[in-house]
């Protein structure tokens, strides 16, 4: 059984997520204790106990420890078999990190799998659903992964109620080496408000083009129980994509959050990576199950590193770190 400290690295849910998924595919129980030692609230959260519970039900893993608050998990994975799974969170909780508890497994099984989830798909301290939909999920079809994604209604904090179908027929993954940027073709991005005015909108893609002006952004404008702001901006090369998001927040100007994005991904382009920070954590245990990869990123960040410090517990892998400008990561079977 592999051995896990939830409090490595960043400390937070990420060892869970990421063990779920490495277990489910490569047959490996394992326990965790300490986890989310250092947070305000220690132990599983609503959000991290319904990734637990969907992976338990996706594999048939017999698991001690499933309950909220627990600061010790052991799960004993059984195989995943596919089909079609239902899940509400309950709250706000957000769905692109639940996403992250299964979706690798998922990728790489060779089943059919519908998930129907419902929760936060736009909450703070998580990628958004645009950053998978126009990011993630067009990097990991390079990859050979064969996956869909349907937003049929946005989730905001504190509301949730957000509702979205995925479907993956997994398979096996190819290496993905992304040693260069190419030329940039174009820049693009969604300004969105669900339940406000679409004013909102128009402000907050207005100032995104004031600091990008070559960008293309699109309004969105729907209804829902659960009310909000954000805008996704991205910009695409011939050989790989970079992606920023920003949610409005109560009291913050719709100027303020195009703004926030322009410059967040600005900083992205200047850094010079072929990954933004947020994309480079979330798709490194793709590559090591695909066998290899490389990419260069602005910085290795705390999510990064304990993926890094997580993935060879279960995979034959090791990662070669360049601290250069940017960063460059390649990764190689052992």
């Not at 909000?228 to 927040?249: F, K, M, Q, R, V």
Request: hydrophobic share 40%; aromatic share 4%.
């Amino acid at each position: 059984m592999i051995e896990l400290d939830g409090s490595q690295g960043e400390g937070g849910g990420q060892i869970v997520r990421t063990a779920l998924s490495l277990s489910a595919i490569t047959g490996e129980p394992f326990r965790i204790s300490s986890i989310r030692a250092g947070r305000p609230e220690p132990g599983l959260r609503p959000q991290h106990l319904a990734g637990v519970k969907l992976m338990q039900s996706i594999c048939s893993a017999d698991v001690q420890g499933a309950e909220v608050g627990s600061t010790c998990l052991e799960f004993h994975p059984g195989i995943v078999l596919g089909g079609s799974y239902v899940l509400d969170v309950g709250t706000a909780g957000s769905l692109t990190l639940l996403m992250q508890s299964v979706l690798p497994a998922l990728v790489l099984s060779p089943v059919h799998t519908e998930l129907v989830l419902t929760g936060g798909t736009d909450v703070r301290w998580s990628p958004p659903v645009d950053h998978h939909g126009n990011v993630l999920f067009p990097l990991l079809r390079r990859m050979g992964a064969k996956l869909d994604m349907t937003v049929e209604r946005r989730g905001f904090y504190p509301k949730g109620d957000g509702h979205m179908r995925l479907t993956v027929q997994g398979g096996p993954l190819r290496p993905l080496h992304l040693t260069d940027r190419g030329e940039l073709l174009r820049l693009s991005g969604t300004a969105y408000v669900q339940g406000l005015s679409e004013k909102v909108a128009e402000r907050m893609a207005a100032s995104a083009r004031k600091d990008l002006p070559d960008a293309e952004v699109r309004k969105e404008v729907t209804n829902g129980r659960s009310i909000g702001a954000g805008i996704s901006l991205y910009a695409e090369y011939a050989n790989s994509l970079l992606g920023w998001s920003c949610l409005g927040e109560r009291g913050m100007p719709a100027e303020d959050v195009g703004h926030e994005a322009a410059a967040g991904l600005l900083r992205e382009i200047a850094a010079g990576g072929t990954l933004d920070v947020h994309t480079a954590d979330q798709i490194l245990p793709y590559m090591a199950l695909a066998g290899g990869g490389s990419f260069s990123v602005r910085e290795v960040s705390g999510h990064l590193a304990t993926q890094m410090a997580i993935v060879p517990r279960f995979l034959p892998v090791r990662f070669t770190v360049d601290e250069g400008a940017p960063v460059s990561i390649s990764i190689s079977r052992t």
